[in-house]
C-alpha cells in the first residue's frame, strides 16, 4: 500500500525567508508521480508544483522547487522569498502511474510572519 | 472562468436528511473525483468517474452515491446523513485516469450534520 507521510504538522518562516516542506512516501511502484498542493484559507486546493519519478531533475516553479530524492523515498518542498499569501496549509500527494489512486499527506500547516 | 465548481459551498442539514452536492467541470476533463476532507485536514478520495463509469469506490458507506449525468458533471447524493458526516466536500477533476494527470479542485463543500 502507498503512504505519503508529512512529518511536520505546524511551521512558521518569517516574510523573505526560505522554508523546506517533508514529504517521505513509501511505495514498490517503480513509476508515479508526486505532487504539492496549497490550500490557503480560502479552502481551495491549488496545485504548487509536481514531479516525474522517472525525471532526476528537481522540477522548480519561480520561487516553489523541490528536492526529489528517489532512492530516500523523499519529496521536500523548498519555497524561497516566503510571502504573506504563502500562508496556507501545505499537501504532499502521491499518484502511481496507473492512476487509479491518489494519496495525500496529512498536510503542513505553513504561517508566513510578516 | 472557474474550472471546477461546485454547489453549495456551504451546506448545514439535520441528521437523516437526504442531500445532494453538484460539481461541474468546464475543461474538458474525462475523469471527476470525490473526496472528503475531515476535520483534522486528512483528504481521502472518496469515487472517480472515467467516462460516466466508477472506477475507485473506496470503502465509503453505500448512503454516498455518486451521479454522473454527463462527464462534465459529477453529483454526489447521500442518504440519512449522520454527524460523522460533517466534512469539507472537494470534488476534482483530470484529463484521464493516470498518474500524470493533474487533479483540478472545486472550492470544497462544508457540510455540518446537526
Known amino acids: 500500500a502507498q503512504t505519503v507521510t508529512q512529518s511536520q504538522p505546524e511551521m512558521s518562516v518569517q516574510e523573505a525567508e526560505t522554508v523546506t516542506l517533508s514529504c517521505t512516501y513509501d511505495?514498490?511502484?517503480?513509476?508515479?508521480?508526486l505532487f504539492w498542493y496549497k490550500q490557503p484559507p480560502s479552502r481551495q486546493m491549488i496545485l504548487v508544483i509536481r514531479?516525474?519519478?522517472?525525471?532526476?531533475q528537481n522540477a522548480t516553479e519561480n520561487r516553489f522547487s523541490v528536492n526529489f530524492q528517489k532512492a530516500a523515498k523523499s519529496f521536500s518542498l523548498k519555497i524561497s522569498d516566503s510571502q504573506l499569501g504563502d500562508t496556507a496549509m501545505y499537501f504532499c500527494?502521491?499518484?502511481?502511474?496507473?492512476?487509479?489512486?491518489?494519496?495525500f499527506g496529512t498536510g503542513t500547516s505553513l504561517t508566513v510572519i510578516p | 472562468d472557474t474550472a471546477v465548481s461546485q454547489t453549495p459551498k456551504y451546506l448545514v442539514t439535520q441528521m437523516g436528511n437526504d442531500k445532494s452536492i453538484k460539481c461541474e467541470q468546464n475543461?474538458?476533463?474525462?475523469?471527476m473525483y470525490w473526496y472528503k476532507q475531515d476535520s483534522k485536514k486528512f483528504l481521502k478520495i472518496m469515487f472517480s468517474?472515467?467516462?460516466?463509469?466508477?472506477?475507485i469506490n473506496e470503502t465509503v458507506p453505500n448512503r454516498f452515491s455518486p451521479k454522473s449525468p454527463d462527464k462534465a458533471h459529477l453529483n454526489l447524493h447521500i442518504n440519512s446523513l449522520e454527524l460523522g458526516d460533517s466534512a469539507v466536500y472537494f470534488c476534482?477533476?483530470?484529463?484521464?485516469?493516470?498518474?500524470?494527470?493533474?487533479?483540478?479542485f472545486g472550492p470544497g463543500t462544508r457540510l455540518t450534520v446537526l
Open positions: 475543461l474538458g476533463h474525462d475523469t
Open positions: 500527494a502521491f499518484s502511481p502511474n496507473t492512476g487509479n489512486q491518489f494519496y
Open positions: 511505495t514498490s511502484e517503480s513509476n508515479y508521480y
Open positions: 514531479q516525474e519519478a522517472y525525471k532526476q
Open positions: 468517474y472515467n467516462n460516466k463509469e466508477l472506477i
Open positions: 476534482a477533476s483530470s484529463q484521464d485516469l493516470r498518474g500524470a494527470d493533474t487533479q483540478y
